[in-house]
């Protein structure tokens, strides 16, 4: 049964994401009371974030379900948006704290992905080079229209949001990675616009781009199902 499947990838990257979130302040901690407590979240924005998490993974779950069923062939699909949702959440976290998107999560992220070729060549069998053919063409895609978007508008997008798109192409191939891209920044205009009329951001302030596309993302997965 996929969704036992699911469940089981939403508690383990829960878990994970958690943790990596928590381990900087973890390590400056001492005694096992004090570690647990920084892991469950001292601040209540935290504390909500991780609330916020748990439900939309388990939100996600439940529509993929509806969509899809129970039927193996496309249990993989599931489980790459699930996980790739949970690494948004975590590059979400570390944008708005410190505005950047750490080398470690991205490299995670496609290790994981690499990982997720092996059971969908057993499961896709002939099928698995249509995969990987619209992951990379999904990513060449990005890429040229990154590299334009840079020499057009150099002070646009950090070195992070840029690997982290590249990423996500890795985990969603052409298709599902321009929808991503198409909500992400239409999210990020309206986004942007409203935080300079209420004057909580200048022009000249720095706005983190990644809990936009962790908005788009999920809400193109929501639409298209991918």
């Known amino acids: 049964m996929s969704w036992i499947l699911d469940g089981i990838v939403i508690f383990i990257l829960l878990i994970g994401v958690i943790v990596?979130?928590?381990w900087d302040k973890m390590k400056e901690t001492a005694g096992f009371k004090q570690k647990w407590a920084v892991l469950c979240g001292e601040e209540d924005k935290k504390k909500l974030y991780w609330l916020v998490m748990l439900c939309a993974g388990i939100i996600l779950m439940v529509w993929m379900q509806m969509l899809y069923g129970d039927r193996s062939n496309l249990s993989m699909g599931q489980i790459k948006v699930l996980t790739l949702v949970m690494i948004l959440f975590a590059c979400a976290w570390t944008d708005m704290e410190k505005y950047?998107?750490?080398?470690f999560i991205i490299l995670i992220g496609a290790g994981i992905r690499l990982l997720y070729y092996i059971p969908e060549l057993i499961l896709y069998q002939a099928g698995f080079f249509s995969v990987l053919k619209d992951d990379l063409i999904g990513i060449?895609?990005?890429?040229?229209?990154?590299?334009?978007?840079?020499?057009?508008v150099r002070s646009g997008l950090g070195m992070g949001d840029v690997k982290l798109l590249l990423v996500m192409a890795f985990y969603q191939g052409?298709?599902?990675i321009i929808s991503s891209l198409f909500f992400s920044l239409l999210i990020a205009f309206v986004g942007s616009v409203y935080l300079l009329v209420t004057k909580k951001k200048k022009r000249k302030d720095t706005i983190p781009f990644?809990?936009?596309?962790?908005a788009g993302t999920y809400l193109s997965i929501i639409l298209t199902g991918f």
């Open 20 to 22: 990596y979130l928590s």
């Open 100 to 103: 950047i998107i750490p080398n």
């Open 140 to 152: 060449l895609v990005v890429a040229a229209f990154l590299l334009i978007g840079l020499l057009i």
């Open 174 to 176: 052409l298709t599902g």
């Open 210 to 214: 990644a809990p936009f596309i962790l």
